[in-house]
């Protein structure tokens, strides 16, 4: 089966009309979310250490670095972009794989700017988006779960297909060039877990959304390729995983999109997670704790939960976010589970060490990895139980457009003014129908 030009062949007849309004208005949605991310984390230590080692190469101001200052060439706003809207881990991402928007929405915006002579419009870009998702989710389903058992992160290695399918529709590539993108994205595909808790997680998508647009651009220059690059003996299927399914990239092309099954985290960290925050949650608001009333905490999750987050002594925010012991702590001791409950002084805040080291945890392989028990001893010897069959932004428990807003005034509040975050929100509500999409990413300059 040729499924490196199938896909090719349907990314270059796709029409903008053919996306139905719901999967238009997840775009939408998904574009706030991820604009929300990226402003919010702008001037992160990862960020700012990025951009201080990539300065010296910035080309041309092409291309915002949104909530900052500072302008640079699309291909390195693209990967600074990336960056910025991953760090906090509070990005979407899809019902069983990719964190879809951080290797694409940075490509695109770049590339609305680069382009701006040309006037793109916001639904393009929105069609662009649809289809580098549908890219980089079945890409990456099609490997799964072997390719990300043995170690490879998902989001950096199958989001390059994203960025590589948006930029090339974006540039008219036929189908023979927009095969050989998706080939040059195939040899640059990387990411590995072992990063996890540093400040290449973060790199992964921001890599992806640069090497990506590169692979467009390249294409578009008759830059070849091999022509099996995905299904291939050697090509990135058979090397990265020892399963692979071609049906899961080539079946049912354009009569279903997987954005439709895009989640957004409600709270700042990895979403397996959130089902044991949440009844930690529950419990607190239901009872008054503090946390110092509790004798025990134990937690029966997925075992993905702790083979991502069972780091039961966090140092620092970053570590702090893989750690389901660190989350729940905060959770119970501060009442929430946003980006302030992962600064590093609340990891290492003694109130909440002392929470964190009543929890204990067991992996049970009959729990759905969003699902959670929560069962917590108080000192006066009661035992309060709380099951959380889906945890709160999972497609069964969706974030409300009204929950995405708010989400966008915490992540920004300090970083840009209101009247700003005002005017963005209103743009990405709008993006399908401005004539401009470059408007966008200039109105998120800082001041």
């Known amino acids: 089966m040729e499924v490196t030009r199938t896909l090719a062949k349907f990314l270059v007849a796709s029409r903008s009309d053919e996306l139905p309004r719901e999967v238009v208005h997840e775009a939408s949605r998904a574009l706030l979310n991820w604009l929300g991310c990226a402003i919010g984390a702008s001037h992160h230590e990862t960020v700012n250490n990025a951009v201080a080692a990539m300065r010296p190469f910035f080309g041309p101001a092409q291309a915002q670095l949104v909530g900052r200052r500072e302008k640079a060439d699309a291909l390195r706003a693209a990967l600074i972009n990336g960056i910025s809207s991953h760090v906090l881990d509070f990005d979407d991402t899809h019902a069983r794989a990719v964190h879809v928007s951080a290797p694409v929405w940075p490509a695109l915006l770049a590339f ?25 989710v079945r890409v990456g389903l099609s490997v799964f779960p072997e390719h990300y058992d043995v170690g490879y992160h998902i989001t950096g290695t199958a989001g390059v297909f994203g960025a590589a399918a948006a930029i090339g529709k974006l540039l008219n590539l036929n189908e023979p060039q927009m095969t050989w993108a998706l080939g040059i994205a195939a040899t640059q595909s990387a990411g590995l877990r072992e990063m996890f808790g540093s400040m290449c997680k973060s790199f992964h998508p921001g890599s992806a959304a640069h090497n990506g647009f590169a692979a467009a651009l390249l294409a578009q220059q008759n830059f070849t390729s091999a022509e ?3 299904e291939g003996k050697r090509g990135f299927a058979h090397v990265m995983s020892s399963r692979f399914d071609p049906n899961v990239i080539t079946g049912g092309l354009g009569k279903s999109y997987e954005l439709s099954r895009n989640m957004y985290k409600p709270f700042a960290c990895g979403l397996v997670v959130h089902a044991a925050i949440d009844g930690c949650l529950q419990l607190k608001r239901e009872l008054g704790l503090r946390g110092d009333e509790i004798k025990r905490i134990s937690l029966r999750v997925n075992p993905l939960v702790l083979e991502l987050t069972g780091n039961k002594k966090p140092v620092d925010g970053l570590q702090g976010k893989f750690s389901v012991f660190h989350a729940c702590a905060a959770a119970i001791v501060c009442g929430a589970a946003l980006e302030a409950q992962f600064a590093d002084a609340v990891v290492r805040d003694a109130a909440v060490i002392a929470v964190r080291d009543k929890i204990d945890a067991t992996a049970d392989a009959s729990i759905h990895k969003l699902e959670a028990h929560v069962r917590m001893e108080l000192a006066d010897g009661r035992v309060l139980d709380k099951h959380v069959p889906r945890a709160l932004g ?10 995405l807003e708010q989400k966008f005034r915490g992540l920004v509040e300090g970083v840009i003014p209101a009247t700003q975050a005002q005017q963005l929100i209103n743009l990405c509500w709008q993006f399908a129908t401005l004539p401009d999409a470059a408007q966008l990413p200039r109105a998120t300059a800082s001041s």
Do not use: K, N
Not at 112 to 136: K, N, P
Not at 394 to 403: C, K, L, N, V, Y
């Open 228 to 230: 099996a690059g995905i």
């Open 112 to 136: 609305s700017e680069w382009r701006a002579d040309q006037r793109i419009s916001g639904m393009e870009l929105i069609h662009a988006f649809a289809l580098g998702v549908e890219t980089e």
């Open 394 to 403: 999972s497609t069964e428990r969706p974030m409300s457009d009204a929950d």
